[in-house]
């Protein structure tokens, strides 16, 4: 399975801040964005990744994260040359996607709980072993201002409605979607909506229709942290402090991942620190 960020478009809800910069790399906390959904895909063990970012953008994202090969994982990079939709994402990554399935996974979107590689797994399996694609649904106080998923009892999705007003559910379909390969097809032939782009939301509403697509729900004890307004980015950057300085530990640190994953060594830890000198990021990656 191949596995695709997207790191795009202006972020204009948060502007002036995304004036001069990505949104997905401002921080949230003591990290830039972009460092939390890459550490998810870390976790699960994945190493072959796209980026996809705007045209001005992707030389402060190759800055930042270079081509991966440090912590022993490799880094592609596309570019979406207008805000055309997510589902764009699957027709920019065609010939990286190939004839494998693919797992796509929003640049602003924050998820954390213990063993949370284990629903990514999940969702593998069913896309691997079922053919059908999956979403992640998470309970939300206020379904009407987003994409809300309706369920039967083996968790296929029965209805899928955009900030709808009278919402059938409160499970909200959050920025993570694995899909057959088929996908890059069905996102080839939908239509552009009313705003021109072409939707994630109709993707999904295609494979619904042929029974195809199931739902990953993250039950309690699981947190998925948006950061589409200035004051949900506060909200992320506060839980992440508080955890890990009641904790101790770094909250999607990729170089610690790295590591723990056995991809580099103590050494190459140390190598990665060094530019980072006397930041309590190094601080903590020398205490490894």
């Not at 895909?41 to 800055?63: H, K, N, S, Y």
């Not at 206020?142 to 809300?148: L, S």
């Not at 199931?214 to 950061?227: I, N, Q, S, Y």
Request: hydrophobic content about 40%; glycine content about 6%.
């Amino acid at each position: 399975m191949k596995w695709i960020i997207l790191a795009g478009w202006s972020g204009t809800r948060l502007y002036p801040i995304t004036k001069g910069t990505s949104k997905q790399l401002l921080p949230i906390y003591d990290k830039p964005m972009i460092y939390y959904p890459l550490s998810v895909l870390m976790q699960a063990g994945i190493r072959e990744i796209l980026v996809i970012t705007t045209p001005e953008d992707q030389a402060g994202f190759i800055r930042l994260l270079g081509d991966g090969k440090k912590r022993w994982i490799e880094l592609n990079y596309a570019v979406q040359p207008s805000p055309d939709g997510l589902a764009q994402a699957f027709i920019i990554g065609e010939e990286f996607i190939g004839d494998e399935d693919v797992c796509l996974v929003l640049g602003d979107n924050l998820f954390y709980g213990q063993s949370f590689w284990s629903l990514l797994n999940n969702a593998v399996q069913t896309v691997t072993n079922e053919r059908k694609s999956v979403v992640f649904g998470y309970e939300v106080k206020n379904p009407e201002i987003y994409g809300v998923v309706e369920l039967d009892k083996e968790q296929n999705a029965v209805s899928i409605e955009e900030k709808p007003a009278n919402p059938k559910s409160n499970l909200a379909v959050v920025g993570l979607y694995f899909y057959t390969n088929d996908v890059i097809q069905v996102a080839k032939n939908i239509k552009p909506s009313a705003r021109w782009e072409l939707e994630i939301t109709t993707v999904n509403e295609e494979y619904m229709h042929r029974w195809k697509l199931k739902v990953e729900v993250m039950e309690r004890g699981f947190a998925r942290l948006d950061t589409g307004s200035h004051e949900s980015m506060l909200d992320a950057s506060n839980f992440v402090q508080i955890v890990q300085t009641r904790q101790g530990i770094q909250i999607c640190c990729p170089e610690e991942i790295a590591f723990r994953q056995g991809w580099i060594s103590r050494d190459e830890v140390s190598e990665l620190a060094k530019p980072l000198l006397k930041s309590n990021y190094w601080f903590y990656l020398m205490n490894l």
